[in-house]
């Protein structure tokens, strides 16, 4: 492996891009960067310019300004070797229900020159389909038939995979599979996985680190960890016995406090926690519990960009 290719180095560099569509500008000087082997999210509410910015990742769209480079090509110049380093599902797989998902992968590897019998049986592991794939499509559930559009898109071996709304319609079940799958391709092949997707709780759990964009511009890039561990501060909650009269203590204290079915909720280093219980056993108030809890993505989803809907 080169060290272009090391985990943790840039695989898609999306450098400056603009997409305008008459007067109007749809993307406005988007910049940012995918990491080998990372689970990369994808946010931003109803036309904030996901799909566009896909769409021209992918060739599906031409760029007005700036470039898109996927290991090391661009996508404007080299489109060709650019677009080999790509595997992507925009909208939904599709498929001959008609045949089996095993004829289905062989009828598309017929179209990459080097595939054969053996990269369809790694795939087929790669994504758990051994028991099912000599069925016909038309009795697969939606999962299934969304794994295999993964494998699908996984035959040539791309560093990066791109998924557009992968768990519109996937029940419970059906989305912690393809959790599941998505870390086992980075894991196990080195893969980075593009996600957009509208299920915040689901990125959250899904990715490594989300982008965040609205009207067409970047707001944010973040690690995971890093938004739900913001400035050293953890959401505590306090379970005490005279609510009005700890609020009060609180505030007297400085702290802003929240008060949530009967318990204090507060954003406290580790010195404040233990210094707040103190006060309050000091003034006589009992304390039942106090738990660690986190400020989720979508609530800082919804603190950067508002109340928009999202999708």
Do not use: W
């Amino acid at each position: 492996m080169s060290a272009s290719q090391e985990v943790g180095t840039p695989i898609v560099n999306v450098d400056n891009i603009s997409k305008r569509i008459g007067s109007k500008t749809i993307i406005d000087k988007l910049s940012f960067e995918v990491p080998r082997g990372d689970v990369f999210g994808f946010l931003g509410p109803n036309g904030a310019g996901k799909t566009t910015t896909i769409r021209m990742m992918v060739g599906l769209m031409s760029i007005s300004e700036g470039d898109i480079r996927v290991g090391g090509y661009s996508i404007r110049t080299h489109f060709e070797q650019a677009i080999r380093h790509i595997g992507a599902i925009v909208e939904n797989p599709e498929m001959y229900k008609f045949l089996s998902g095993y004829k289905n992968l062989v009828h598309y590897a017929r179209m990459i020159p080097g595939i054969g019998e053996e990269r369809i049986g790694e795939v087929i592991d790669l994504v758990g389909m051994t028991n099912r794939i000599h069925d016909k499509v038309k009795t697969y559930s939606l999962g299934m038939r969304q794994r295999l559009g993964i494998a699908q898109a996984l035959l040539h071996k791309p560093s990066v995979l791109i998924l557009d709304e992968p768990t519109n319609g996937l029940d419970p079940a059906g989305i912690r599979e393809l959790r599941d799958h998505l870390r086992k391709l980075t894991r196990d092949e080195g893969i980075s996985v593009i996600v957009s997707s509208h299920l915040l709780a689901e990125m959250e759990l899904m990715c490594d680190r989300v982008a965040i964009i609205q009207n067409g511009k970047l707001v944010d890039v973040r690690l995971i960890k890093e938004y739900v561990q913001e400035d050293g501060k953890q959401r505590v909650v306090y379970e005490v016995d005279a609510i009005e009269q700890a609020v009060k203590l609180v505030s007297a204290q400085g702290y802003p406090v929240e008060v949530i079915d009967a318990e204090l909720v507060m954003d406290l280093d580790k010195q404040e926690i233990a210094l707040l219980n103190k006060r309050f056993v000091e003034a006589g108030i009992s304390v039942y519990g106090i738990r660690k809890t986190m400020k989720s993505l979508e609530d800082q989803f919804l603190e950067m960009t508002g109340s928009d809907p999202i999708a």
